[in-house]
């Protein structure tokens, strides 16, 4: 994306939006993290940390449309935690760029039991 003024233009990449969406979305209750596939995992576990993991984007001049891939907690809500990802990130992405969302699509990838155990092992002493 790139605006002009009379001052200068302004440039946004589509990386920053997806670093947005990406934080937006894990700011949700519920996402136990972002899906980034086999390459992600590989990427993380040599230490790069890629934080617009599981976010693909399309910037137009004035649009984005964004695809976001999510891991959940067992027992939630999914469709909730959907609809309150998709809030998230269109106010986040509005409210910080300038740009309209015109559409937000939610993948979930897979469900995260490990704080089950976390909650059983406190229940247990």
């Known amino acids: 994306m790139e605006a002009s003024s009379g ?9 920053v939006v997806s ?3 990406s934080v937006a ?3 949700v209750e519920g996402v136990a993290g972002m899906s980034g596939g086999i390459a992600g995992g590989i990427a ?6 890629n934080l617009s993991k599981g976010v693909k984007v399309q910037v137009g001049e004035k649009e984005v ?4 891939y999510i891991i959940v907690n067992y027992g939630v809500r999914i469709p ?4 309150k990802v998709q809030e998230n990130v269109k106010k986040a992405i509005e409210n910080m760029t300038g740009l309209s969302v015109v559409e937000v699509n939610i993948h979930v990838q897979g469900v995260n039991f490990s704080h089950l ?5 406190t229940k247990a002493k």
């Open 7 to 15: 001052k200068g233009s302004i440039k946004i990449t589509d990386e």
């Open 19 to 21: 670093i947005i969406a």
């Open 25 to 27: 979305a894990t700011e």
């Open 44 to 49: 993380e576990m040599l230490g790069r940390k």
């Open 65 to 68: 449309a964004v695809d976001i």
């Open 80 to 83: 909730e935690v959907a609809w």
């Open 117 to 121: 155990g976390k909650e059983n092992d």
